[in-house]
């Protein structure tokens, strides 16, 4: 009989780059909370941090598949009266492409207290973004 072994949450984390240009947002979102969850290691607890870091990079060049982008619209709310804002898919990946992807990154992770703590570890940038070379990256292909 195999033993369960839990992991203890003192191990080292890696660093992961992923180049979004040409990618279909959900296809990156899905890479991305598995990488941050950390459930392409065979280590993987679903209650402790054990995810890596990850750097995504040329956000404006994310693809929307099908007519997302002409009829699709994002709302967010400022909790005060008549505070909600709506933004078309062009305008999105237009002006606010890193949080477009942020936001379909954060919709992909489990709603708890676990999924704010990962969410610190993603960096999104719409363009190339700044040197994380003192991290050394590893560059992560999506198929």
Known sequence: MQKTTMLKNNQEKKWYEIDASGLILGKLAVEAA?????????TFTPNI???DYLIVRNASKIVLSGNKKD??????????????RTRSGREMLEKYSDEL?????KG?????????????????????????????????NIK
């Open 101 to 105: 992807v942020l936001t379909a990154v």
């Open 34 to 42: 598995n990488i941050l969850r950390g459930k392409n290691k065979p």
């Open 71 to 84: 009829k699709e619209n994002w709302y967010t709310h400022s909790q005060y009266i008549g505070g909600l």
């Open 108 to 140: 992909m992770l489990p709603k708890n207290r676990l999924s704010r703590q990962l969410l610190t570890k993603l960096k999104v940038f719409a363009d190339n973004g700044p040197d994380f070379a003192a991290q050394k990256p590893i560059k992560y």
């Open 49 to 51: 941090d054990c995810g």
